[in-house]
């Protein structure tokens, strides 16, 4: 199995970072098309891990994501 780092476009926005099987899986990023952002940890196509995670209002909470 190999991890690789792409730029991909989706439904709601797009993602940045690595890559296992078609699943966002290790580091990256995701802009959602309504404005929030999280930078983090990613584990099977779900927010798992250390990240930040950026509201469209303005706000952020940093922490540990499980199965988010």
Wanted: hydrophobic fraction near 35%; charge should be negative; charged fraction near 25%.
């Amino acid at each position: 199995m190999e991890l690789r780092f792409v730029t991909k476009e989706g439904n709601d926005g797009v993602y940045q970072g690595t890559m296992l099987k078609n699943q966002k899986h290790g580091e990256g990023c995701f802009f959602w098309d309504t404005g929030e952002l999280y930078v983090g940890d990613w584990r099977f196509n779900k927010m798992e891990g250390e990240g930040i995670f950026f509201f469209a209002y303005g706000g952020y909470m940093i922490g540990n994501f499980e199965n988010s």
